[in-house]
Structure formats: C-alpha cells, structure tokens
C-alpha cells in the first residue's frame, strides 16, 4: 500500500492493539492524519463486544519508522463535534464479566462472552444482549450526569431529568457517533445526579501513541490500568515483565492537546499511531475515574526521529499549560541572572529548554519514579540529577490518579542535543 501525504482515517479497532494485524493506512514521513474519533470509556464500557475500555482509531503506519525510532507528533487542531454526552462514577456489575470489565464481559444469562447487543429504551437496563435479551451491560453509574455544551463548545451545562431523557432518545444524535463505531452511546443511559452545574471547555486526547509490541486491550496500554492484565486470567493475560512492551499511548494528561507536541516510541515496524478517547474537559488526576468523553475531529502531523529509542512518551507542552519553574527564561531573566553570575564570578550559564517525561506505574510513587528513571536514561544522567532539576526547574505533575504523571524540567541543551531534540524544543518555545 503506498503512503499518503495526508489520510483520512474513520475506522476503529475492537478494543485491542494488536501488532499482528496489517495496518491499513500509511502515512509519509512529516505528512497528516486527520481522524474523526469516537468517544472513550463509557459508549465502550457498556458495550461489551469491545474487548477494551476505548474504541481507538486503526493504526496508522509512518513511513520509515522502525524500532528503536520514534516519532514526533504535532496536534494542530482538535474540534469537538458532540452536542452532548455523559459520565460519572462507574461500578463494576457482578456477573457479567470473567476477570476484567473491560476486556471480558459476559452475558449473566446465556453466557456468551464478548455479546452483540442492541438498546431498548433508555436506562441503565437499556443495553441488552442479542442472543437472549437480558441486560448485559458490565457497568452501572454510581453517580453520573449528562453534559450539554454550546455551538461554539466553549461552555457546557448538567442537565436535568426532562433534558437528559431528551438527549437518551437521540442518543447517537446528540453524542455525533463516528459511522463506523459500535458502541453504544452513554447518553443512553440519562444520568442526572447533578444538575446545573457549568464547565469550562478545554478539549484534549486522553489516548494519543504508538502501538504496543503485544497484543493490548487499548485502555489498558499504560502501567496503571495495565496492572490489570497481569496474571488476568483473559486471553491478553501478561506478566509484569511483559507489561514493558506497553507504549503509555493511553495517559489521560490534560495538557496533551491542541498546539502540543508528543514524541512517541516506535515499538513496532510503521509504529501505528492511533489516537481517540477525546475529552471535552478534565482536572489533573481525572479523579472521577472518567470525564467527558466526545465525538471529534482531530488533525496531526507526523515526523519520525531515527534512532531516539526512548522507553516512553515525552511531552512538549504549550507554553501556558507548563509549571511556573519550568516555563523558557525571558530575556530581562536571562540578563538578571548572568548579572549575578558576574558577581559570584561565573560567566557561563546553562542554555536550558522545558520536557515533560510521562510515567507510568501501578500508583503515583511508581509513576514518579518511572518518569525521572526514563528521563535520566535518555539524557544519560542520574536520577538524583532529575530529582534536583524537577524541583528547582519543574514540577511532578499528575496526569491520571491512580498512575500517570509528567516529570517537568529545564533540561540544558547539551542534553536536548544528545537526543536530537534541541530544534523540536526550541521550535516550541521559541
């Protein structure tokens, strides 16, 4: 198949990354991908012929990446196309699953794994399995809301019963469903225990990466919700070791959106870039466990870095989303702190530039310690070194609760030229 300049992608996967199947769009080196994704958590959760917790979009291949390399991706833009959609607390339902909710539902009735399903009505009790007609979803709301937002999706509201009923009747409608997606649209469901509540927009992708070296459930591709699959008794069961071959594309980092940059690791030949899981809105932590996940259009661009081989994702995030400590130095600072220099005698000082390295772990401390031992891997250095500078420079920010965060520093660019990332970084700081 040859490579595009540009492709248009609209086609998703059942839940699993697997690097056994053919990818079928390619992409050049340094050209785009345009992708209408679906909605993540909920729609997939409770529909449990998705053998995952997000419905991504089929991988892409890049031209000339392989292992050991990474690619560089740029998010030019990401518009939000749902009018409106749903979440809330979720709570697994005994019965309908083997060992994972996410990956392995089952019918409580006729026990067929992985069941078809079809809507009836509206309500908790709406998804149904289609081989017997009983309800099947593996997860219920322990408190929920449905979401409205306005047509230039700088503000949404919670709505009440009436409302929300209203948008559960409409479901696919209200939530701008992808043509090709399976899952069953959330909304469905009308939850409304808060009511009236105002949230600001700010949309990002919580799934953004590169395709694992082994099959992985999409929402489990990180070392948080990847704990799940060790020793799970489903048939993407791994050990702890083999969690390594995780990409981290699955991170839930708030700061991951328009004008960022992600550069990512290339685990397999083409390394498969797939994104999905929008969301509307989310604090640091994502501490409801979910948020507001839509429907949109999301634009990147891509550029492949030979020889990077780095462990897992680094960030470049926009200037105004970056810690006090580790925003670029302004001149009239430049000038201040070569004048004190001079009186301690010192004439050189460091040129240094921001990176956020993401972590990932079964809970904050291991994530923290994974994102400062892959950053003094890469820049060839101490982790005490990372440790000092992320405290005088950066900061240790929480991307997801239980296990994602970004290490942030000022990282001086002798190190950035080690890596041949000083012109990437000094392009978006500069």
């Not at 007609?133 to 509201?157: L, W």
């Not at 990180?222 to 704990?227: M, N, P, S, V």
């Not at 702890?240 to 980092?253: A, F, P, S, V």
């Not at 609760?401 to 392009?427: C, I, M, N, R, W």
Request: glycine residues 10%; negative net charge; hydrophobic residues 35%.
């Amino acid at each position: 198949m040859e490579a595009k300049q540009t492709v248009y992608v609209n086609r998703f996967t059942d839940g699993v990354l697997d690097p056994s199947r053919e990818m079928e769009y390619r992409v050049r080196n340094g050209g785009h991908i345009v992708a209408n994704t679906t909605p993540g958590c909920w729609g997939p959760m409770i529909t449990p012929a998705l053998k995952g917790g997000h419905e991504v979009t089929k991988p892409v291949y890049v031209e000339g990446a392989e292992v050991g390399d990474a690619i560089v991706i740029r998010i030019q833009s990401i518009e939000v196309t749902s009018i409106a959609t749903a979440s809330g607390n979720d709570k697994p339902v005994d019965g309908r699953f083997t060992g994972d909710p996410f990956v392995d539902g089952k019918c409580p009735n006729c026990g067929t794994e992985n069941p078809d399903t079809y809507i009836e009505g509206i309500g908790q009790q709406s998804i149904r399995c289609k081989n017997c007609g009983e309800d099947v979803t593996p997860f219920v709301f322990t408190n929920a809301y449905t979401i409205a937002f306005d047509e230039q999706k700088n503000m949404g509201i919670t709505l009440n019963k009436e409302a929300a009923e209203r948008v559960a009747k409409d479901a696919k409608h209200y939530m701008g469903t992808p043509e090709e997606s399976i899952q069953n649209p959330v909304v469905t469901f009308a939850p409304h225990d808060i009511v009236g509540a105002m949230a600001r927009l700010r949309p990002f992708l919580g799934q953004l990466g590169t395709t694992p070296s082994r099959p992985i459930p999409d929402s489990h591709n990180a070392g948080d919700f990847g704990q799940f699959l060790i020793d799970a008794p489903h048939q993407f069961g791994l050990s702890k070791e083999e969690l390594e071959d995780r990409t981290d594309g699955h991170m839930d980092i708030n700061r991951v959106r328009e004008g960022a940059v992600l550069i990512c690791p290339v685990k397999v030949p083409g390394g498969g870039v797939y994104l999905g899981d929008m969301h509307a809105m989310q604090g640091d932590g994502e501490i409801a466990g979910h948020t507001t996940d839509v429907s949109g259009i999301v634009s990147l661009q891509v550029e492949v870095v030979k020889g990077l081989n780095i462990e897992g994702p680094i960030l470049l995030p926009v200037e105004e989303d970056l810690p006090y400590l580790a925003k670029p130095f302004t001149e009239k600072e430049k000038q201040q702190a070569l004048k004190l220099g001079e009186q301690w005698g010192m004439k050189e000082l460091e040129d240094s530039y921001p990176i956020s390295f993401i972590g990932t772990g079964a809970n904050l401390n291991e994530a923290t310690t994974n994102g400062m031992e892959r950053a003094a891997k890469a820049f060839g250095i101490e982790v005490p070194e990372v440790m000092n500078r992320s405290t005088i420079t950066g900061s240790i920010e929480i991307g997801r609760h239980p296990g994602v965060v970004t290490v942030t520093f000022l990282a001086p660019k002798e190190y950035l030229d080690k890596v041949q990332l000083s012109d990437l970084v000094k392009q978006q700081y500069m």
